[in-house]
């Protein structure tokens, strides 16, 4: 495996924990959270699953780094980048679903960079 390629992907993996906590904090989850027009349950299961999201993309970032310091796991990178592969293709169809250009949403160039990443350090010798 490419262990200099797996950093990029722990570094990917971060960029995308920070944009997603410090800028979709406050351009997403703030106004979000102020709408008043949402039932309760709805809103608050909502939030749930933006915090699923800062948890996961912190996380992801440790595996790679995990894989990248123990690079005789490579089962641990197929996992990691083929969910993450699943999210930007979730990331697509959400934004097709809703009418937005998939690239409005950084989830989408985000989660395949850093599947991007993975799958080409275990190709790439």
Known sequence: MQVTLLWAATFTSFVTFA?????????????????????????????????????????????YAFVALNPDRP????????????LAILSVAVALKGNINPFRFPSTSLFASVSLFGVLSLFVS
């Open 19 to 63: 944009i997603h906590t410090f800028v979709g904090g406050r351009r997403v989850a703030k106004p979000f959270l102020k709408d008043r027009s949402l039932p309760l349950a709805s809103k608050w299961l909502n939030y749930y699953c933006w915090h699923i999201t800062t948890v996961y993309t912190f996380s992801m970032g440790f595996a």
């Open 75 to 86: 089962d641990l990178v197929v996992f990691l980048s083929v969910l993450n592969c699943a």
